[in-house]
Nanobody, 116 residues
Framework: QVNLVESGGGLVQTGGSLRLSCTAS????????IGWFRQAPGKEREIVAT????????YYADSVMGRFTISKDNAKNTVYLQMNNLKPEDEAVYYC?????????WGQGTQVTVSS
C-alpha cells in the first residue's frame, strides 16, 4: 500500500507562485511514474505534469509549459510542482498520482486558489 500526501496549496494572487509537494509513504517511488493532475469545478480531471522517477523524463501540459516545473528529491521520496506566474485558470484541486507496478495511487488533493 502506498500513501500519498500532498501539501503546499493555498491562496495566491495572479502572477504569484506556489510549490506543491507529494510525499509517498509505505513504498518508495522507485520505478514509478509520478504525475500531478488538477480538477476545477465542473471540469474533468486533467494532467498537468509527470516525471519518471528513475529516468527523470518529464512531461508538461501545454497550458503550464514554461510556468510549472516538476522535480523530485530521491532522499525524501518526494515530488514537487513549482508553479510560477499563476493564472486564474490554474485554480483547481491538485492531485498527486503514482503509477507503481500497474497500480494507480492518488493523494487526497490540495486546493490552489488564484485571485485576480
Amino acid at each position: 500500500q502506498v500513501n500519498l500526501v500532498e501539501s503546499g496549496g493555498g491562496l495566491v494572487q495572479t502572477g504569484g507562485s506556489l510549490r506543491l509537494s507529494c510525499t509517498a509513504s509505505g513504498r518508495a517511488f522507485s520505478s514509478a511514474a509520478i504525475g500531478w493532475f488538477r480538477q476545477a469545478p465542473g471540469k474533468e480531471r486533467e494532467i498537468v505534469a509527470t516525471i519518471a522517477w528513475n529516468a527523470g523524463n518529464k512531461y508538461y501540459a501545454d497550458s503550464v509549459m514554461g510556468r510549472f516545473t516538476i522535480s523530485k528529491d530521491n532522499a525524501k521520496n518526494t515530488v514537487y510542482l513549482q508553479m510560477n506566474n499563476l493564472k486564474p485558470e490554474d485554480e483547481a484541486v491538485y492531485y498527486c498520482n503514482a503509477q507503481i507496478s500497474g497500480v494507480d495511487y492518488w493523494g487526497q488533493g490540495t486546493q490552489v486558489t488564484v485571485s485576480s
